[in-house]
């Protein structure tokens, strides 16, 4: 398989085939809080860390809709290694914002990984060249397997914070490799333990100035993957495909289950039928919003840029992604409701799953501060979460 010329449709049918190696796997990788080397590196001759890569850089340049498609499908198999995928892969957007040298430099290969927090938790020291960086970050999903690492600060002056001529404080995303940063071994959590999202921290590193950005800048990058919520808009492949896995379990299982007190089949019990039919429901409204959104989003950066799309357009994508994970996880409670006392033992998959779910809504892209915003920005109000809607 050569991935130099794989199709979208190859990379989903490479994610689909690994799926149930991934939910073989899902327990080891639940206790192991990371994810094995040998799936890291079966992901990587699959071209799966590539999906992201646009045209311009020698990548598939697939639609973000084909990039949630496949980390659904990963997803499908295992939630952290499906997060993981979509944290690691999106080295392809984030090289649109560094110019070609720093691209030369830090990104050799299409296949390398990439982790880190883009908010700022540190302070970036201007220095000739570059800057000082020290910080210390929380949340680095994939850190424990990736290649290079990405943090937000406050850019610094002789000490003093530097700010916008609108009067906000600079901001910019530094580049690091693995080997610079140390990490901590924090990631002890109720769910998504797979994902070995520890803390990680730098003192005092110099960062070369072209190794940083802010996502008001492009630079080798151009196109519809060239946006600041290009890498949110895949995010919704998480919960949708576990969602989906979670479903097909129950449905599974339904065919065999029997009413222990009265002999009465699954099949014809009105509770059983209530409950699947209604999750189907939340799952089927849930995903086709985050579809018809997506879609409708790619084709009218045909015209704009993000920034300059109608408000609607802006909030759309927004609200449907942060819908995806409150269902997801309404979802997982009900098939646990159905599914009883089964559903709490280690190895029964609903009690990853919803272990999985609960730990993924306390992600901000799942708060409230999102509806918040998109409220805000229709009314000409201050948005919580600015990010959300291409704002700085």
């Known amino acids: 398989m050569n991935k130099d010329t794989l199709s979208g449709t190859e990379l989903l049918a490479a994610a689909r085939s690994v799926a149930p190696k991934l939910a073989e796997r899902r327990s080891e990788i639940d206790t192991a809080r990371r994810i094995p080397d040998d799936i890291v590196e079966l992901l990587r001759s699959l071209g799966i860390y590539r999906m992201c890569f646009s045209a311009d850089h020698g990548g598939p340049g697939l639609t973000s809709l084909a990039q949630l498609e496949i980390v659904e499908a990963l997803s499908y198999g295992d939630t952290a290694t499906g997060w993981c995928a979509m944290i690691g892969a999106a080295t392809g957007i984030y090289a649109g914002y560094l110019n070609e040298q720093a691209v030369a430099e830090l990104i050799p290969s299409l296949d390398l990984v990439t982790a880190g927090l883009i908010f700022p938790a540190g302070r970036a ?48 995303i530094f580049f690091m490799r693995r080997d610079q940063v140390e990490v901590f071994d924090t990631w002890d959590t109720t769910g998504l333990r797979g994902s070995g999202s520890n803390d990680y921290a730098v003192e005092n590193l110099f960062v070369p ?176 979460f600015p990010f959300v809607l291409g704002l700085g």
């Not at 999903?141 to 290079?148: F, G, M």
């Not at 997801?328 to 779910?357: F, H, M």
């Open 125 to 172: 020291e201007r220095v000739p060249g570059g800057y000082r960086l020290t910080g210390r970050w929380k949340f680095g999903s994939a850190i424990t397997h990736a290649d290079l690492v990405i943090g937000g600060a406050f850019v610094c002056t002789d000490g003093n914070m530097d700010f916008t001529p609108a009067g906000r404080l600079v901001v910019r």
């Open 209 to 384: 100035e072209h190794h940083s950005f802010d996502f008001g800048e492009r630079k080798s990058g151009t196109g519809k993957l060239a946006e600041p919520e290009a890498l949110a808009r895949i995010m919704p492949g998480v919960p949708l495909g576990m969602a989906r896995a979670a479903l097909d379990y129950v449905r599974d299982i339904a065919a065999g289950k029997v009413i222990a007190a009265t002999g009465q089949k699954w099949a014809d019990n009105y509770r059983a039928q209530y409950i699947l039919g209604e999750c189907e429901m939340e799952y089927i409204v849930a995903r086709s919003a985050v579809v018809e959104t997506i879609d409708t989003l790619w084709d009218s950066l045909d015209e704009e840029r993000f920034a300059n799309l109608s408000p609607d357009a802006r909030i759309s994508t927004a609200l449907a992604r942060t819908h995806a994970f409150r269902a997801a996880r309404r979802i997982i409670a009900r098939l646990c409701e159905l599914v009883g006392t089964d559903s709490i033992y280690k190895p029964n998959p609903l009690d990853i799953w919803q272990r999985d779910i609960n730990t993924m809504a306390t992600h901000i892209i799942a708060h409230d501060a999102v509806i918040q915003s998109t409220g805000a920005f229709l009314l000409g109000g201050q948005p919580e």
